[in-house]
């Protein structure tokens, strides 16, 4: 994520009931009863910190407004619900608990999870099968270039059509970092337990001799070991 700081003059300069106005208008543009944060400083007047510091909180901003404080909207998609699991996951290093979905880092409470699929385990039980459900051997994109052939020639210059995409997917790398236990299968390593580390998830065989973009092909590597791996071509 690209780190930036608040944008802190964008609506100052208006009032509270300006701005609660503003919120109202922009939850209606986005076809609810409530917005989010990074929606409204999308579309609105102002920016959400001024919100926080003239209302104490954006929760409560949204309650003076009139409009509903909870995250839960219709219009959710499953999707997103998964993705937000996925990205929990990920910075916890292990399976999130339901009472830590209120946390930050957790783009919604529990309430849209029990709401859509009954109970969080239910939804953990849902979010399993979608992180399954990618096919990592559609045919691939990004090397189509390679498999043009060359201009006055009847040869293909490219190497031979490959079974998958060069670049694993994002529930596959979730998948592999799981397997792996987040922990660098070169050193052990992990971010969570070392400062500064950052996992990558590269190809055992790799692409460039062939290796083909499948779980059992992928590991989880440290920063470190990895850099040293992409110096043996690993690219
Ligand atoms: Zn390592």
């Not at 100052?12 to 609660?20: I, T, V």
């Not at 498999?147 to 059509?161: D, I, M, R």
């Not at 989880?220 to 690993?234: D, P």
């Amino acid at each position: 994520m690209k780190f930036e700081l608040e944008k802190r003059t964008k609506g100052l300069r208006l009032q509270d009931d300006e701005l609660l106005e503003d919120l109202r208008r922009c939850a209606k543009a986005i076809g609810g009863d409530t917005i989010e944060t990074s929606e409204y400083d999308k579309i609105g007047k102002a920016h959400s910190c001024t919100f926080r510091r003239r209302f104490g909180s954006w929760r409560s901003a949204l309650e003076r407004a009139g409009l509903q404080p909870g995250i839960w909207r219709v219009g959710i998609t499953d999707e997103a619900l998964f993705e937000n699991i996925r990205s929990l996951w990920m910075s916890l290093g292990r399976q999130p608990r339901r009472s830590e979905l209120g946390l930050l880092g957790s783009q919604f409470s529990g309430k849209p999870y029990a709401k859509r699929f009954g109970s969080w385990s239910k939804a953990l039980k849902e979010f399993v099968a979608w992180v399954n459900s990618d096919s990592p051997e559609e045919p691939q994109q990004d090397d189509t270039e390679a498999n043009q052939p060359v201009p006055g020639s009847l040869v293909h210059a490219g190497p031979p059509k490959r079974r998958t995409r060069r670049e694993p997917s994002d529930r596959q790398r979730f998948r592999v970092l799981v397997r792996d236990g987040f922990r660098c299968r070169a050193c052990g390593a992990s971010p969570l337990t070392q400062v500064g580390g950052e996992l990558h998830v590269n190809h055992v065989l790799p692409w460039s001799k062939g290796g083909e973009t499948t779980d059992d092909n992928l590991q989880t590597k440290c920063e470190r070991c990895n850099l040293g791996k992409s110096n043996a071509f690993n690219v």
